[in-house]
């Protein structure tokens, strides 16, 4: 093959690549699923602090997140569980078919299978019966164990209430 042949292999080659790049979904790094969140007008309090990844097909909004461990707390009445697999399908404003968060209210666990947000409030659906919360309850991450009753940030919180 002589030199003008490669070059005409090449240039299509090179121009196949640079079109599968630039329309290829944009990756995201361990550490930010919570601006992922907020890229899709969610807040990042909806998933607890100890992330240690994620993958999110950005054409289905298929999203796997990954926790260290299982994670539980309380905030007032309502028990959270996390799973440290947790799925579902990411799209503006919406959590849809949600596997692996639940809720015990009063002493029955109850799946939460979409979250949701309407105006300035997120709400938790578990099939028959939906809750409704205000948007600045989830403005940072619960912490396993504790929710957001762990010391400073308790502290916080106090103090922009006083």
Known sequence: MDSSTNLRFLIPLAA???????HSNP???????YDVLQD??????????????????????KLSVSLSENCTFSEGKYQLKY????????????LSSLEGVSMKFPDVWMNIVEIFRRG?????????????FPMEYFEESPQCGCGMNCGPRQARKLMANS
């Not at 300035?120 to 409704?132: H, Q």
């Open 40 to 61: 899709y007008d969610l807040p990042v309090g909806l998933l607890p602090d100890g992330v240690i990844g994620f993958r999110l097909d950005r054409t289905t909004g």
């Open 16 to 22: 196949t690549l640079c079109l599968i790049l630039i």
């Open 83 to 94: 799973e440290s697999k947790v799925k579902g399908y990411l799209s503006s404003g919406k």
């Open 27 to 33: 990756a995201y790094s361990d550490d930010d699923v």
């Open 120 to 132: 300035n409030s997120i709400n938790f659906s578990v099939g028959a019966g939906k809750a409704a």
